[in-house]
């Protein structure tokens, strides 16, 4: 009888870089590009509020979250070296649960950002692992 070797799917250290990539990269593109919002309209001053209610600005902010999520997903799929899409997938899903959060205890955020955040986040998580593994295999 012979023992088949057990191949785990799962990588620690791919997934906590991947989370730290998603979560500090939108933190500080945030934190930054609010900042160029409020420097630019200094009447402004401290009325957050005024972010969430410019949809244009809410766009780019949904943009560049996704972004980060997708360069995370990439960078885990790339370090675990296994398991790819499965390794991408737990960025989503932690993101997933993040925004679900979100949408539950704030109500400050637009609904329809949160959402589409909510839904969107999954996929571009897998295409950052696709991604990485398309590029294993060429």
Do not use: C
């Not at 500080?28 to 969430?52: C, H, K, N, T, W």
């Not at 949809?55 to 995370?72: E, P």
């Not at 949160?114 to 294993?136: R, T």
């Amino acid at each position: 009888m012979t023992e088949q070797k057990s191949v785990r799917k799962f990588h620690f250290l791919a997934v906590v870089l991947g989370i730290a990539v998603d979560n500090i990269g939108t933190l500080i593109s945030s934190g930054l590009i609010g900042s160029l919002y409020f420097s630019m309209r200094p009447e402004l001053e401290q009325d957050v509020s005024a972010i969430y209610s410019n949809v244009a600005l809410m766009l780019f902010l949904l943009i560049v979250g996704l972004f980060w999520t997708f360069l995370g997903s990439y960078l885990t799929a790339k370090v675990a070296k296994r398991a790819e899409l499965f390794n991408a997938a737990i960025i989503g899903v932690i993101g997933a649960g993040i925004g679900f959060d979100s949408i539950l205890t704030n109500d400050v955020i637009p609904v329809w950002y949160e959402w589409v955040g909510f839904i969107a986040i999954i996929p571009v998580a897998l295409l950052g692992g696709y991604l990485a593994l398309k590029k294993k295999k060429a």
